[in-house]
């Protein structure tokens, strides 16, 4: 049997080279979902507080549930209209926040409602 012929490594070139990682550009939109996830943060301190009252006046969950549901909807269309940069949000940012409006939203809603004296 005839012998392979062994190529040098050190002449290959790689088969992948990592692209330039633009620094500036990542710290810029990292600020923007800080500011995004502020506002977001607000609007959670705010659909709280308001399904809290509603519940607390006399509104039945399956009332106040769905507005807040409403308001979540509207809180990606909100925060576009508080802040110009926001469209360079992806699927997933927009995501991330709804979910912490969510989850937020409920959890605030839930503990008023238990510390409330008016609680049935």
Known sequence: MAKKVRR???EEEPAFEFPVFDEAAFASKEFELTYGLAWAGGLTLLMGVLSWVLSVSGFYW???FPI???LLAASPFIIGKLRSQSSIYTKGDWAGLMA??????LALWFVLQSL?????
């Open 100 to 105: 912490l409006e969510f989850f937020g939203w």
């Open 62 to 64: 399956y009332v106040v």
């Open 8 to 10: 040098k490594i050190e």
């Open 116 to 120: 409330s004296p008016h609680a049935i």
């Open 68 to 70: 807040g549901v409403v």
